[in-house]
Every structure is written in C-alpha cells, then in structure tokens.
C-alpha cells in the first residue's frame, strides 16, 4: 500500500463475511414491476457486478439499497442491520456509498468542496460550535480540506484540482471526482453505476484498474452496474443478470457468459450462438 | 482612452447623478466612493506592472471620477437651482472649491487603493477591508460636517441590508424561494415591541434591556423559521414560493387582529386568560407605540433624532451578521445548503439529511431578520402591521437577486443600491422636477388644463414601481447572476481553461492506442 492510501476505517468484519443481503426485494411503480422478488448477497471484499439489458431494473435496485426508494417488498439488510426505508443519508452514514449513472456532482461547487460535502456525515461540528468557531471545529476543518485533498491525490486528479469548478472538470475527471465524493463518506460498500459510461476505450482501461485498486488497497466492497462486459468479465467477483426486473442468472463470470438465458435476453432467441463465439473471442483478445 | 481614464469615467457618470441631484458639498462623500470604486474596477480589468504605475492608474482614474464630479456640481449649482428656484446659495468660487476638494480625494482614494490592490492577497484583503471600515466609521460625522442629512436614511436603508443578508441565507445558499420573508422581520419586531413597551403590562420606568430582548426578537424569529419552514419541507421551487407568499400574509393579518385576545378552556368554557378584560396584544392597526431605546453607559439612552448611536449600532450589528454568515458559510452547514441547492438528491444520497438542512437555512434566515427587526422596531419607537406587507418580502428579494445571488458583497451592495435609490435618490429627485416645474415649466404653460395634466404626471416618486420593474427586467436579460456574482470568479474562469486544454489532450492522445 503506498504512503498516499487515504484510510479508511476498517469495520472489522473477515473477508467472506455477507455485507449486504438483499431478500425478496420488490418494486412496483403502480402496475409496473420495476424489480420482482430479488435475493442478492455480496460479501466483504467482492467485487460484484449487476448486468442486464436496458430497463431491466439494474438502477431501480441501486436506489433501493441506497434509500431513494423503498422496496415495495423484501428486506434489505446491510452489516447486521435491516436499511429497507431508510433516508439516503441514513444509509450513507451507515456506511453505504454511492456514484451515479448521469453524472451528479454539486456543478457549481469546487472538486474540494464536492469531496467536503461527501465528508459531511463524518464530521460532527454543531451549529453553535460553528458560529463560536470552537478550536475543534477549526481543527476538524483542517484535517477534513488535508483528507479531502489525498482523496484528490489518491482518485488521480491531484490537489492542483482543488478550487475548480466541478462544472469545469472533463468528462473523465467528474467521473473520478464523483468517485472520491463517495469515498469521502468512508463507505463499507461502495456502488458505483455505470463507472466507465461515455468513457473512450484508454478511460475505460484506466478506470477498471482504479476499481480493482480501490478494492486491494482500500478494502472496500464494490458493487457495479455496467454495460461493458469487458470491464464486467474482467474485474468481477460475481455476475448477477436481471432482466425484466428478475434475476435470471448469476454466477462467476465464466458460468454467466454461458448462460443460454443470459444470451437470450441480450441478443434475443437465434443467432446466440454467434454472438456467444463472439464475445468470447472478444474477451479472450482482451486477456492475452 | 486609457483604461484608468475610461474607468474614471464610468464610476464618475454614476456619481454625478447623485450630485446633480443633491449638489453641495455631497461631491465630497461621493469622491471618496467614486475615487475608491474606480480603481478597484480598474484592478480588475488592468494586470499591474509594479505598484507605482497602480498607484498612478488609481489617482488618474480617480482624478476623472472627480473632475466630473466638479462639472457635475457646477452644473447644479449654476443651471438646476436657478431652474428650480432657489437663489445661487454658493458663489462660484465656493462651488469651485467643493469641486476641487472632491477631485483631490477622489485621486486620493484612488491612489490609496492602487497601493493596497499591489499588495500579497493578505494585506490586500486588509487593508481594503481598513479603508471600508475607515469610511463606515467616518461616514455620519462627514455627512454632519457638509450638511448633507443622509444618516437617518443610511440608518434605515441598513436595516434592510441585514434582512437581505438573511434572507441570502434562505434564497442564496439553501436556494429556497421565499416570498414571505418580511413575516420574520415582523414578528422579530412584534416580539420587541411587546417586551420594550407597556404593551402587555411591563413596568415602563423599568423596560427590559434592550440588549437582552434583541437576543429574545432574533430567537423568537428563529424559531418561527422553523415552524413556517416546517409545512413547506415536501415542496418545490414555484410551489414552496406559494406557501411562504401566504405566511408572509398570515402574519401581518394576524398582527393586525390579536386585539382581543382571550384563552378559554374548551370543555367547561373556564376562562383562563383574558378573564377581566380581553387583552390587547398588538394594538392592531395602530400598532404599538412607544417602545423605549438601548441604553449604553457612557453614550447613555438613545435618543430620536440623535443619529450616531442608531448608527454605530445598525452598522455593529450588520458585522456581527456578515461575521457570523461568513463563518457558516465556510463549515459543514454551508457547504450542505449549497449541495442542497445544486442537487437534492446527490445531496441527500452523499449524507445530508435534508429536513435538517432546510429547517435550519429557514430558522437561520429567520435568526437575522430577527435582529433587524428588533433594531427596527426600537429606532422607530412604534410598529404597526401595515409597514410588513408583501411590498417588504419583495423589494428584499429584489435586493439579494440584484446584488448577486449568495455573494454577501453583492447582496450589499445590491442592497444599498436599492434602498438608497428608493429612500434618499428618488425622493431629492422628485423634489427637484417639482421645483424646476414651479418655477421654470408651469408658469409657461396658459393652458390650464395642461398645466394640471403636467404637474400631476411629472412626478418620479410615482415612477418608484416602474423603475424597479425595468430595473429588475434589465438585471436579469443582461446580468442575471447579479452584480457580483461569484468570488471564485478569476480561479474558475482559468481553470475553465485548464479543463478544456486537459479534454483536448486526452481527446488527441485517445486515437493513438
């Protein structure tokens, strides 16, 4: 681990340990089901992927574990303890952080201040120590703009970054932006949605290495929605596949791909066998 | 045109108007202003080569601030006041004099700038900040000194400065809409006028400490916040606009109505308060009068028409507040409002519990106009429900846009701009027309017809509406982010920059792999 590796508080849990455990999770919007009758678990250290076609409830289920939605039905339970109907911010301070699939960052505001706002659960000061401006709330504010700062360092953008405007940032450096903001509210499990969407191939590659590092050297957690399957064979602990908001298969990597109904519901019935060649041959390209 | 003489002129146009108006020796007051303005915007357009070529750009542009200052008094003194009326009070030489006295500061102050404005970022901030305080603190005994009378107008002007700067809090920084805000300025002021006069039975030969029910009025206020803002959690944009407009009603009318206040148990219909004689809380619409003045020792008890104490004190409490909205702004709150504002739900989803957040961007809003409220209500000596209507939440709203949405400079100056259009410029303004009318138009006009239709529709003070619409219109086509938008400016504008050049790189490396 290099000296720069911000820390992250270890919960104490041993690898293998199920983090997150999601059982019979539902949503219905009206007579729409979003997501029907899901169990999924991930356990500390994995690297997880969800994949599925458009609309198939991939986000749907991302909201759910990160409280914008309640489930309609089922339990959530993250770390011991049940999060189905907690607020977003209650689940993020217990220890759930998140990234979005249209990149969401506080536009006008900093790369510092948008890694401080992550940091906001994590920091105690009150509103009558504020305005007295208490020695600890000074020194919070120091250390909390130091730790902000290696977060900069450590995502790749560096402190030079710092007084931008997030709005001003490119493509590729919101998406890392937006990955340290969600590093800043020290997340057990970190679910990231479509990491690399709209990146070109050399971002893509960059950005699939950092997910592997984030697990290594942080500890963390990750769970992915994404469309690339290069990124998702190539880094992924365990590949769930939704599909009309039912999980249709799950497996390593290698059991998914093969999966007849996975290929059915990418590419439709015929012609799978094809397709399957394909993206084997694709894959293998990559590896070698 | 160098750029010191064309900022010279700029800031010089805008202080004739003033001028020309109030003629005398204002061009004293407005060449300090004009003189120090100039080389500040002339700062930020000019990269300095060394200090002494700052310090002469400032004078320069400062001496031609002046130099139109001087025309300016002549033009008034020679041309509007015969015009209007009124003999030449001053000879030439005597309006030469105010002229020349207002070039020498106006480069002075220029000067003074250009010096400061060279140094690091520290002693810059400083030392503009101690030639503002400078001015605040000379301003009333200047004004007393060249008889110009604004201090009781800057006194009342001020307190709106403090409501703009909390309603900033809500609109600004939370980025809620609220068009009812005048409510907290009333209820701070309700809470002290009930505590300071004989209102509600308080002995008046010994009132309570001014200084104890200011902190009572702006707690009172604050927790109002709270309770207003409560109802309005689950609403958006135009519809939480809606309900704050209501509340900004209710209030009043509720003033205006607890005349006859009495409390019975709902059951048995026992009368608990009010038994003997239904109290009278607020006085209704003839409010409640007299509410007595701090006391402070060596100054001793306020006094009406002494403007000095009112003053240093509108001015002390206005730096409390800048003071304590600094600090807020730059902590964990702060940065939750802003995040709340760009986006609720990456806000929320990044652990700002978002109830929390707004409840207390309305209660701290609310906090400060507490503190205006209570200033108002003393200084005035008297309330009464009509001085709160809807007109108040708006021209506040209207100070906050025009200064610069969350920027506290601008707001400010938004502020002063505003008011002292409205309270002071407008008024002198339709007091000369009315002059020159008399005097120079009417008598020329036979018909009489013509004469009344001229008389009763050429008067600004009519106009007071229609300029702050236009005004507003214009603000928001040309400069809708107001006039001092972002303190950030400079930084983002290269990083801007800096961005684009970083995308072209990774855009032109891409194709390579």
Known sequence: MSAQVPSIPSNGSVNGNVLLEAKGVTKRFGGLVAVNNVDFTITQGQIASVIGPNGAGKTTFFNMITGIYTPTEGTLTFNGSSIAGLKPNQITAAGIGRTFQNIRLFANMTALENVLVGMHTRLKAGLAPILLQTPAVVHEEVRARERALQLLDYVGLGRRIAPAAARNLSYGDQRRLEVARALATEPKLLLLDEPTAGMNPLETAGMTTFIRRLRDELGLTILLIEHDMLVVMGISDRVSVLDHGTKIAEGTPREVQSSPQVIEAYLGQGGAEEKLAQMKERSHARTA | ?513
């Open chain 2, 1 to 513: 045109m160098s750029p010191a003489v064309r900022t010279g002129i700029s800031a010089g146009l805008l202080a004739v108007v003033v001028v020309l108006l109030f003629g005398n020796l204002s061009g004293v007051v407005l060449g300090l202003l004009a003189g120090a303005g100039a080389a500040i915007l002339l700062d930020s357009r000019v990269e300095w080569p060394n200090r002494n070529a700052a310090i002469v750009g400032g004078a320069t542009a400062g001496a031609v601030a002046g130099l139109l200052i001087l025309v300016g008094q002549f033009i008034h003194d020679l041309f509007l006041m015969p015009l209007a009326g009124q003999p030449v009070a001053t000879a030439p030489g005597s309006t030469l004099q105010a002229g020349l006295i207002a070039v020498v500061l106006a480069a002075l102050a220029g000067a003074a700038v250009g010096a400061i404005v060279t140094q690091a970022e520290r002693p810059r901030q400083l030392g503009l900040l101690g030639l503002l305080v400078a001015f605040v603190i000379l301003f009333p005994f200047l004004d007393q000194q060249i008889q110009l009378g604004w201090t009781p107008t800057v006194i009342s002007v001020l307190i709106y400065v403090v409501l703009a700067l909390g309603l900033n809090i809500v609109v600004g920084y939370a980025g809620l809409l609220d068009l009812g805000y005048a409510a907290f300025f009333a209820i701070g002021a309700y809470t002290t006028g009930l505590l300071l006069s004989p209102q509600i039975g308080i002995n008046w030969d010994h009132p309570l400490s001014f200084w104890l029910v200011i902190w009572i009025a702006a707690a009172v206020a604050g927790l109002f916040g709270l309770i207003l803002g409560a109802p309005t959690l689950p609403l958006r944009g135009d519809y939480l606009a809606i309900v704050t407009l209501g509340f900004g009603e209710i209030v009043p009318i509720v003033f205006r109505n607890l005349t006859r206040v009495e409390i019975k148990e709902p059951f048995t219909g026992t009368c608990l308060i009010g038994c003997d004689k239904a109290i009278n809380l607020t006085g209704g619409e003839a409010g409640i009068n007299p509410i007595s003045h701090p006391w402070l020792p060596l100054v001793g008890q306020f006094r009406t028409g002494q403007d000095l104490p009112w003053y240093f004190l509108i001015v002390a409490i206005i730096a409390l507040t800048i003071f304590l909205i600094s600090r807020l702004r730059n902590s964990r709150l702060g940065r939750a409002w802003t995040a709340m504002r760009e986006d609720e739900l990456a806000a929320s989803s990044m652990g700002i519990d978002i109830v929390r957040t707004k409840l207390l961007a309305f209660a701290m809003g609310a906090t400060f106009s507490g503190f205006g409220g209570a200033f108002f209500a003393s200084y005035i000596s008297a309330i009464f429900p009509g001085v709160f209507d809807f007109s108040v939440s708006v021209i506040i709203l209207c100070m906050v846009i025009l200064g610069g949405l969350g920027n506290i400079t601008g707001v400010i100056l938004g502020g002063l701009i505003i008011m002292m259009s409205d309270r002071l410029f407008l008024p002198q303004l339709a007091t000369l027309v009315k002059n020159i009318l008399n005097t120079s138009v009417l008598p020329t006009i036979a018909d009489p017809a013509m004469k009344d239709f001229v008389a009763t529709s050429v008067d600004p003070s009519q106009f007071r509406l229609l300029l702050f619409g236009l005004t507003l219109v214009i603000m928001m086509l040309v400069r809708p982010e107001g006039l001092i938008p972002n303190v950030r400016r400079r930084a983002e504008f290269h990083e801007a920059e800096a961005g684009a050049e970083a995308t072209v790189a990774t855009e032109a490396k891409a194709p390579a792999k």
